[in-house]
T-cell receptor, first 115, second 109 residues
């Protein structure tokens, strides 16, 4: 079945460590996105990529980094510069940016906790 | 800039009808989406409107008025499983969707 796979589902990070969240999609979607959600809050855009080898900062990119070496993959690294990383992270993808009805589909999410 | 406004919380009775309103401001407009999100889970797509009017899909309907920057999601024959957060999402000129904080709907017996 086609879909978006995020791993790990749960991750604990020690202060000062970098961690990487994996996101893989087999939907042949061009665009991929990373969102962060804090309890009781909406989704905030961290980074997005509309094409391989290109990505753009979202609203809260500080302390995060991404890469898009393959169409299927868009990993997110939470660096030690991110001072408050505990949150629910959602990866998403959509068919073609710039097209009307560009519906976003989500992976199951990853919970990151700083210990 | 983009701005989405929707009520924080609503309650309704099982079997009833509830309307969740959303107003938006975007730089350009390329559609209005509604998503459902259960606690601890990813959002799932419910509906998309780009033209004015009502789109019906089973128990759920979504309405759009572009001139008023207004949309609503209508849920009929409410079930307990409809208790969730409902996210209004506007797609602006960049086609990058902006998510509202969501409306937490509580359905009680």
């Amino acid at each position: 079945d086609g879909g978006i796979t995020q791993s790990p589902k749960y991750l604990f990070r020690k202060e000062g460590q970098n961690v990487t969240l994996s996101c893989e999609q087999n939907l042949n979607h061009d665009a991929m996105y990373w969102y962060r959600q804090d309890p009781g809050q909406g989704l905030r855009l961290i980074y997005y990529s509309q094409i391989v080898n290109d990505f753009q900062k979202g609203d809260i990119a500080e302390g995060y980094s991404v890469s898009r070496e393959k169409k299927e993959s868009f990993p997110l690294t939470v660096t030690s510069a991110q001072k408050n990383p505990t949150a629910f992270y959602l990866c998403a993808s959509s068919i073609m940016p710039g097209q009307p009805g560009n519906t976003i589909y989500f992976g199951e999410g990853s919970w990151l906790t700083v210990v | 800039g983009q701005n989405i406004d929707q009520p924080t919380e609503m309650t309704a009775t099982e079997g009833a009808i509830v309307q969740i309103n959303c107003t938006y401001q975007t730089s350009g407009f390329n559609g209005l989406f509604w998503y459902q999100q259960h606690a601890g889970e990813a959002p799932t797509f419910l509906s998309y409107n780009v033209l004015d009017g009502l789109e019906e899909k089973g128990r759920f309907s979504s309405f759009l008025s572009r001139s008023k920057g207004y949309s609503y999601l209508l849920l009929k024959e409410l079930q307990m499983k409809d208790s969730a957060s409902y996210l209004c999402v506007a797609s602006g000129g960049s086609y990058i969707p902006t998510f509202g904080r969501g409306t937490s709907l509580i359905v009680h017996p």
